[in-house]
């Protein structure tokens, strides 16, 4: 298949771009990066509306409101979080989305090929290819490129220790120090395409996407328009073995090690012993025993052309 194969090209009859802008993304990188976007738009007469996040899951509200006002491409400014909850009201509705990654970790854009310099991003706003993306659904709760428990979700819990001393990544990062000093192990169930196997784990990840944690490479072969999960179960390692392989999850080089065990499935049933809040796209929410179920196709996405 051709790398714009389920492509098409952008029509230039769209009325017009519906902007929903976190300002507080990136430690207000939304704000100063958009403000040169609207420049842009305006010397090249392209209308436009712009709303702005107050709270957290504001964007969900003003997704809603775009769409009952019939908007018809409506585009994410911020990190992932605001891109997940901009993306859960638009799925399956026919309405065209975009992304201008201007938050802090931006693991989706990674991968979809959103560009990061408001010039660049302003060009697939308007000379793109919309390209229909897969997303994810665990239990009730949307997700647009990864979710899983065990490490990673340790790793945020204890990232909020340190947000309100700290900016930009250095949070996570003391977040990662604490939770490998105090490694958890669960028993973890799986059941997939009539098939049950049982795993002591520290980790489990279900990608549509490939990148958590602000670039951390945690499933590389997971593609977003295959209509596939890619599933990694990080089976139990002692401590050191475990810090010994994390230089090569962050880079994407633990795919074939003996401990990580890997298939590919639409639909999947997760239990653990004990409980487990997921992780969805770097936010938490629901909790094992989960089911996945991956929805394909559900967003037509702007993205680079030939992305």
Do not use: W
């Not at 609207?38 to 504001?58: D, F, I, M, N």
């Not at 250095?170 to 490694?183: A, K, M, N």
């Amino acid at each position: 298949m051709s790398p714009c194969a389920g492509m098409r090209e952008v029509r230039r009859l769209m009325d017009r771009l519906y902007f929903i802008v976190n300002p507080i993304s990136g430690s207000g990188r939304g704000r100063r990066d958009f403000a040169r976007v609207e420049a842009l738009l305006r010397a090249r007469g392209v209308a436009y509306e712009a709303a702005y996040t107050e709270h957290p899951r504001h964007a969900i509200a003003l997704a809603q409101a775009a769409l009952a006002a019939g908007e018809r491409c409506i585009v994410a400014v911020g990190g992932d979080g605001t891109v997940n909850e901009v993306a859960s009201v638009l799925v399956n509705t026919g309405v065209t989305m975009g992304v201008l990654p201007f938050g802090t970790g931006n693991d989706l854009a990674r991968v979809a090929g959103f560009p990061g310099d408001p010039d660049s991003a302003v060009e697939v706003l308007l000379a793109g290819y919309t390209r229909p993306m897969d997303a994810g659904m665990a239990n009730d709760r949307f997700f647009l490129n990864v979710s899983g428990f065990g490490f990673d979700v340790d790793v945020l819990l204890n990232t909020e220790r340190y947000k309100e001393r700290f900016n930009g990544m250095l949070p996570y990062l003391l977040g990662i120090v604490r939770t490998l000093s105090h490694l958890k192990r669960m028993q973890v169930a799986v059941t997939h395409d009539g098939k049950s196997e049982t795993f002591t784990s520290v980790l489990v990840v279900v990608g549509n996407g490939q990148y958590i944690g602000g670039g951390m490479h945690a499933v590389p072969p997971a593609d977003l328009y295959d209509g596939l999960f890619d599933v990694l179960v990080i089976r139990n390692l002692c401590l050191l073995r475990f810090i010994s392989l994390l230089p090569r999850f962050i880079k994407g080089k633990h795919m074939g090690h003996p401990i990580v065990h890997h298939f590919r499935t639409a639909e999947l049933q997760i239990a653990s012993e004990p409980a487990c809040i997921l992780n969805l796209d770097g936010e938490l929410g629901s909790s094992t025993p989960v089911t996945f179920r991956l929805l394909p196709g559900a967003i037509p996405m702007l993205v680079p052309q030939g992305g």
